[in-house]
């Protein structure tokens, strides 16, 4: 699927009408921005002889070579970055790679996934906001949008996973009475770490990725020597980025803490299991050492003829059980 976007005229706004574009429709001159979702080979060759570009496959999108992701080519510069996507309702997003193809005035997107990034673009661009006239839309200033929309999603993300990390860090140290209990709400909070460390871990790479394009269009915008609003542009989105990038370390190291101490709470269970079935047997080991001496078939026991033998043999076996709990719980070890 092929999606034009062109300016629209006579409104005073850097408005986008978007519309899409069938194969057998020729693609109009106005266009700024065309936008390809899963493309067809035939949608690939029709936006080629457009262009006068290549596009890339899936395949080659994957590509994690830097000389790969970011390229010249017969005057057309390509970037391809990674970004963060649902896949399906189902499944943990994960990150779908995009390619950014920026010749003249014209943009050229490749995916096949739906971030929703570019929907909340697309939605703006096609939206009066009742600001004052603004200039003409064009490839530089949509790549820019999108990579701001990217970064303003990526930062939301964020933002939504500190909160969940915040209530999970109350979680894992609140007093349980209730041993079962706790033991499985330890389990659930380590899924739970797990999969937000795995999405922040994702994020990142994308934010990574997304600079790498941005450390590209700051060179090449300053040797070319590009409005200055659109550089200044560039290098504050920049800013957010790596500020985010550092944010997303920050939550990674949290992950990691609570991780340790969720580990540390698991032993300290293990422990407490393992100590009981220690006093256990030390509480039970002087009544059986007592019971296996009565137990023994010698002629020459005395105890066995006496009428109390069988009473005094049981008292010491209680007070031989009794002794060593009392002095564990003397010594503050139960």
């Known amino acids: 699927m092929i999606f034009i976007h062109?300016?629209?005229?006579?409104?005073?706004?850097?408005?986008?009408?978007?519309?899409?574009?069938?194969?057998?429709?020729?693609?109009?001159?106005?266009?700024?921005w065309l936008d390809m979702i899963r493309p067809t080979r035939e949608e690939d060759l029709k936006v080629e002889a457009?262009?006068?570009?290549?596009?890339?496959?899936?395949?080659?999108?994957?590509?994690?070579?830097?000389?790969?992701?970011?390229?010249?080519?017969?005057?057309?510069?390509?970037?391809?970055?990674?970004?963060?996507?649902?896949?399906?309702?189902?499944?943990?997003?994960?990150?779908?790679?995009?390619?950014?193809?920026?010749?003249?005035?014209?943009?050229?997107?490749?995916?096949?996934?739906e971030p929703q990034a570019f929907r909340m673009y697309a939605m703006r661009a096609g939206r009066?906001?009742?600001?004052?006239?603004?200039?003409?839309?064009?490839?530089?200033?949509?790549?820019?949008?999108?990579i701001e929309a990217v970064i303003d999603r990526a930062a939301d993300v964020l933002q939504l996973q500190g909160e969940r990390i915040d209530r999970l860090s109350g979680k894992i140290f609140e007093a349980q009475a209730d041993p079962s209990a706790r033991n499985t709400a330890l389990q659930d909070?380590?899924?739970?770490?797990?999969?937000?460390?795995d999405l922040i871990s994702k994020q990142r790479e994308s934010l990574v990725s997304?600079?790498?394009?941005?450390?590209?269009?700051?060179?090449?915008?300053?040797?070319?020597?590009?409005?200055?609003?659109?550089?200044?542009?560039?290098?504050?989105?920049?800013?957010?980025?790596?500020?985010?990038?550092?944010?997303?370390?920050?939550?990674s190291t949290k992950i990691q803490f609570l991780l340790d101490a969720t580990l540390g709470l698991v032993n300290l269970e293990q422990n407490n299991i393992i100590k009981l079935?220690?006093?256990?047997?030390?509480?039970?080991?002087?009544?059986?050492?007592?019971?296996?001496?009565?137990?023994?078939?010698?002629?020459?026991?005395?105890?066995?003829d006496l009428s109390f033998g069988y009473p005094m043999a049981v008292v010491m076996m209680v007070v031989a059980a009794v002794l060593p709990y009392a002095f564990f719980r003397w010594k503050k070890w139960l």
Do not use: C, W
Request: aromatic share 6%; net charge negative; charged share 25%.
């Open 6 to 32: 062109q300016p629209v005229a006579g409104t005073g706004q850097a408005l986008l009408d978007r519309q899409a574009l069938e194969l057998q429709d020729p693609i109009p001159e106005g266009t700024v």
């Open 50 to 113: 457009f262009m006068g570009i290549q596009v890339p496959t899936r395949e080659e999108m994957k590509d994690i070579e830097p000389s790969e992701l970011l390229y010249v080519e017969e005057g057309a510069r390509y970037m391809t970055g990674r970004v963060l996507s649902k896949i399906s309702e189902s499944e943990e997003p994960g990150l779908a790679g995009i390619t950014f193809i920026l010749r003249g005035s014209r943009l050229v997107t490749v995916r096949y996934e």
């Open 128 to 146: 009066t906001t009742g600001a004052g006239p603004a200039a003409a839309p064009s490839g530089e200033t949509i790549l820019a949008g999108l």
């Open 189 to 197: 909070t380590l899924r739970a770490l797990g999969r937000h460390g």
């Open 210 to 251: 997304m600079e790498r394009i941005l450390l590209s269009l700051s060179a090449n915008y300053r040797t070319n020597k590009a409005p200055r609003e659109l550089r200044e542009d560039v290098r504050s989105t920049l800013r957010d980025l790596q500020s985010l990038e550092e944010h997303a370390t920050f939550l």
């Open 277 to 304: 079935f220690s006093v256990m047997a030390v509480v039970f080991m002087p009544p059986t050492l007592i019971a296996s001496i009565y137990g023994m078939n010698f002629k020459a026991m005395p105890e066995l």
